[in-house]
């Protein structure tokens, strides 16, 4: 079974940084998009960045100048630098992968912005 496992989430004051990584493993032949979204209590599942098969990102508006997705695709690994944190930027964060005719997801790992 292919698997997403995330880590590096945490509690980090505003303005500090953080970095997310998300591991797959299992049986894959190869990887098209990844990416990473957030939900926040209350609120619905949102993206946050996306990177596709030839390293292109694309990030929402909300993080762009200050996220900067990137993948290893040796190690089968989608990573994201959160700089320049803000309160609002609290969520769990779920990475995921696109393989053949199917999303994975990871379990989520969070991310607290506060002082």
């Known amino acids: 079974q292919v698997q997403l496992v995330e880590s590096g989430g945490g509690l980090v004051q505003p303005g500090g940084s953080l970095r997310l990584s998300c591991a797959a493993s299992?049986?894959?032949?190869?990887?098209?998009?990844m990416g990473w979204y957030r939900q926040a209590p209350g609120n619905q599942r949102e993206l946050v960045a996306t990177?596709?098969?030839?390293?292109?990102?694309k990030y929402a508006d909300s993080v762009a100048g200050r996220f900067t997705i990137s993948r290893d695709n040796g190690k089968k690994t989608v990573y994201l630098q959160l700089n320049s944190l803000k309160p609002e930027d609290t969520a769990v964060y779920y990475c995921?992968?696109?393989?053949?005719?199917?999303?994975?997801w990871g379990q989520g790992t969070q991310v607290t912005v506060s002082s």
């Open positions: 990177i596709a098969s030839d390293g292109s990102p």
């Open positions: 995921y992968a696109n393989l053949i005719g199917a999303d994975y």
């Open positions: 299992g049986s894959i032949f190869g990887i098209n998009a």
